[in-house]
């Protein structure tokens, strides 16, 4: 029996044989093309070719890392549906069509993998003869059995090239048969699709004509978890040793057979959904309430729901990483180098969730109690925004009895909060900027070469200019708005001035001063401000330079979680699970440093976007970079060997033009930015001169104000008879030689005016003490009533016309019904001021008065 890996190798090695160049894995997040979640299908990287943008390469074949958020809640109920999946591909771009991909179909799985051909059902689209006689001519002992159009015939779109499939079944047997389903094509288990066959041969027109294309191609797919399904001979793929680490693990970890029928789909849901979440956050995913981040949660939240009703109520996903890792690791080595993140932000995501699972199920029984037969959806978004359960989680319990949700409800009341979170956010100028953006033509931007030009005005409304060419960068990519003037075109006046620029599609819109209206069909002259740009650039290739030197010294599995470039500073989030150590930090910083002396050109080529992967270049996450992005490269040779680097970004900002021209780099704060992201807020440029020259005129004032503190010490040290330490160490030890003085100061005050009365069998000490404070006071009073045994010790300190005491009471006050705090908060009450305390200890203030009507009100009061 073949393992999972030697399946993948064997394929490829087959492909490769015959002529195909193997290509690697595109990342499961699509780069550069923002209208894709995720990849879906092993064509997906290979658009390029397909569309003829590219002509490089006539055969290819790949693994390709897929996802389909469309089967999550059916994950588990069938032997078909799974999130993530890896899907084996061989591709000819106008090279050889379908004969080839049939003859070689065949024998792969009759030879190499050595199914036996008689439980293989190829079909065919039903107008297909030439796909036929091609099946009958390799030998398929059944007939391909003809289906229609919505099965058997591929469209990109309702336009363009499209063409008839071949879809290869494999028959499991009668023991896997569920109903009438079970037939060739149907949606029964019994005989499975493993392979598809898609001969793109034709091009539809707009009348729905089919044009046959110049260069015909071909593109399959097939599973390899079905393929092991079928190779390895198991009762499901989630047996196969693609699926049974996990499985297993979670087992000894949850302490439930997994072979129990009660709990099947439960184990299938957590092996799923861990190695999806696995691969996932290893690409850099982080769970959140929106897009990618948001299927991750899903994900984390159904899988972590499943072990609790299991009976475990602790984080345990995270412990199945490294076997998830562990599977796949032979075709994708890298993912180890992810493992310890990877499990970091699993674990704290589950625990997250456990924290609120309980009272989110507590809330939605009460609900159901309620409901009959239908939640509301307002009900159901209550659960989401206070506990966290996802729409689709909600869904599924309440399915299990019976429940229907109101979903148009639910998309009701998500609407309505976002309404109320827009109102309540004021100045956004959103509307504003799309409206005059929705009538002006696109704007050509010459900042990159120039930051002056003359310029045009083509549309404006109160404190909004759009101009048909600028200078001026649109706040983007992490990177600020350019600021600056808009100057009459004989340079004789400013007409306004640019606090921000935006850009709304492909529309810069400068805002200006408000008051400034500028007439469309004005002439003038765009100036940015020179000198902030100057201090922006070096910021933002720092930022570059750091980018790599962090995965060089944390690992490349970091992947960039938002940022900031301005004049001032930047500030770059990352995914990485834990605060950077001051080693790592150091190593990072001296990274960049050694780079900025490297004096390495920075320069920046436009190239199609499906170089991406070619060049190995860093993108951020789902950001859309057009057909032709601007890839920026930092090396000693520039593009003239563009291998040898230090860093390869697609990026639209300003930088400088030489590394030489940042200066330095200084780290000044690592924090965490939300869970799973870590922050580093850092310097370049001049700005780390000027903090330098701060820090250094910080530490001389700080000198400064302890040499004062320390002659004011000494001063008041000699003002009570006392004398300074010969050899001074610090300011507590001066503070320390003072307070002694104080006590015994007051100690000898308290010893010459202490009065002592007696009221209804209670010993009263009285004492005002002239420069005492609230500190001196208390440990005065402990003092006093150690020496008295029984009794009430009330001390005053006088100040500013106020007089500030405390009343402490002896233990054995409480026996005769003394109460320190009901007396002082009377006294205070009396004299205008406020006290609080214990029975035993109280202390508060009041207007400072003749101290006899003072002893006089006290002892009214006992």
């Known amino acids: 029996m073949k393992t999972s890996s030697q399946l993948r190798s064997g394929y490829l090695d087959f492909f490769v044989k015959n002529g195909h160049t193997l290509k690697a894995s595109a990342p499961i997040i699509p780069q550069g093309d923002a209208t894709l979640m995720f990849n879906s299908a092993g064509m997906v990287p290979f658009k390029p070719y397909y569309l003829g943008l590219k002509t490089d390469l006539k055969r290819a074949t790949s693994s390709q890392k897929c996802f389909r958020t469309t089967d999550i809640e059916r994950v588990g109920t069938t032997l078909r549906h799974m999130t993530f999946f890896e899907m084996l591909g061989n591709f000819s771009f106008g090279d050889y069509f379908k004969q080839e991909a049939v003859f070689w179909a065949w024998e792969y799985l009759t030879k190499d993998v050595g199914l036996d051909p008689k439980r293989l059902y190829p079909t065919v689209f039903k107008e297909d003869d030439e796909a036929v006689e091609l099946w009958r001519k390799v030998g398929a002992p059944n007939a391909a059995v003809r289906l229609g159009e919505d099965t058997n015939f591929w469209n990109m779109g309702p336009t363009g090239p499209c063409g008839p499939c071949s879809e290869i079944y494999y028959d499991l047997g009668p023991e896997f048969a569920t109903g009438k389903d079970d037939v060739v094509g149907g949606d029964g288990d019994r005989y499975i699709e493993i392979w598809n066959l898609v001969f793109t041969g034709f091009d539809r027109q707009p009348d729905g004509s089919l044009k046959p294309l110049a260069r015909p191609c071909i593109d399959t797919g097939m599973g390899l978890e079905r393929l092991a399904f079928c190779a390895q001979g198991t009762k499901s793929p989630f047996h196969t040793d693609l699926f049974s680490p996990i499985v297993s693990k979670a087992a ?123 939640l509301s959806g307002e009900s159901a978004f209550r659960l989401y925004e206070t506990f966290g359960f996802p729409l689709e989680l909600t869904k599924e319990i309440c399915a299990s009895q019976g429940v229907a949700v109101d979903e148009p409800g639910f998309k009701a009341a998500s609407e309505k909060a976002s309404e109320i979170a827009r109102a309540s956010w004021k100045g956004s100028g959103e509307n504003d900027l799309a409206a005059i953006a929705a009538g002006a033509p696109r704007t050509e931007f010459v900042g990159y070469v120039a930051q002056e030009c003359t310029a045009t005005v083509v549309a404006s409304s109160p404190g909004l200019v759009v101009l048909d060419r600028t200078p001026f960068y649109a706040e983007g990519g992490g990177q600020v708005g350019d600021t600056g003037d808009l100057i009459a075109a004989d340079g004789s006046r400013v007409l306004a001035r640019v606090a921000d620029t935006q850009k709304h599609g492909g529309v810069f819109v400068h805002l200006v001063e408000m008051g400034a209206r500028l007439l469309v069909g004005t002439e003038l002259r765009a100036k940015v401000d020179a000198e902030r740009r100057a201090r922006i650039k070096p910021h933002h290739t720092a930022t570059h330079l750091m980018n790599e030197a962090l995965k060089r010294v944390l690992g490349a599995g970091i992947r960039q979680a938002g940022s900031y470039v301005g004049p001032d500073k930047l500030r770059f989030d990352f995914t990485y699970p834990k605060a950077i150590t001051p080693d790592e930090l150091a190593k990072i910083e001296t990274i960049v440093n050694d780079e900025i002396k490297a004096a390495h050109p920075v320069v920046a080529q436009c190239h199609p976007v499906s170089r991406v992967a070619e060049f190995g270049a860093t993108t951020l996450l789902g950001e859309d970079y057009g057909a032709e992005p601007r890839f920026l490269l930092i090396g000693p040779k520039a593009w003239a060997e563009p291998k040898n680097r230090f860093s390869l970004e697609l990026c639209g900002g300003v930088h400088v033009d030489n590394t030489a021209e940042i ?176 029975a035993d200890f109280a202390q508060g203030g009041a207007a400072d008065g003749d101290w006899d009507k003072t002893v006089e009100s006290l002892t009214a009061l006992l």
């Open 252 to 374: 000894e970890i949850l302490g439930t057979d997994p072979q129990d029928p009660k709990h099947a789909l439960g184990f299938r849901v957590i092996a799923d959904h861990a190695r999806a979440a696995t691969m996932l956050m290893s690409e850099g995913v982080i769970p959140s309430n929106v897009e990618r981040g948001y299927v991750l949660r899903r994900l984390v939240r159904r899988a972590a729901r499943y072990g609790q009703l299991m009976g475990f109520d602790r984080p345990f996903l995270n412990l199945l990483v490294p076997e998830a890792i562990e599977i796949f690791a032979p075709g994708y080595p890298e993912l180890r180098a992810a493992s310890e993140q990877v499990q970091a932000v699993m674990k704290t995501e589950e625990a997250k969730f456990l924290e609120t699972l309980h009272a989110g199920e507590a809330e939605l029984a009460k609900a159901l109690q309620k409901s009959g037969k239908n």
């Open 663 to 838: 200066l330095a780099f200084k780290i000044v704060k690592e924090s965490s930015a939300s869970s799973g992201v870590r922050r580093i807020e850092a310097l370049a440029g001049k700005a780390v001169e000027e903090h330098a020259a701060a820090q250094h005129a910080a530490k001389a004032k700080a000198q400064a104000d302890q040499l004062a503190r320390q002659d004011e010490l000494i001063a008041a040290i000699e003002a009570l008879g006392g004398k300074a330490p010969a050899k001074i160490d610090s300011l507590k030890q001066l503070e320390h030689v003072l307070s002694q003085l104080k006590g015994a100061k007051l100690a000898a005050q308290a010893e010459a005016g202490r009065k002592t009365v007696e009221v209804k069998g209670v010993k009263l000490v009285l004492q005002r003490l002239d420069g005492a404070d609230p500190k001196s006071l208390r440990g005065l009073s402990d003092k006093i009533k150690a020496e008295v045994g029984s009794g009430l010790v009330f001390l005053a300190a006088p100040g500013e016309g106020k007089l500030s005491f405390v009343l402490a009471a002896t233990p054995d006050m409480a026996g005769k019904g003394v109460d320190a705090a009901k007396i002082a908060k009377a006294f205070a009450a009396a004299h205008g001021g406020s006290a609080g305390g214990r």
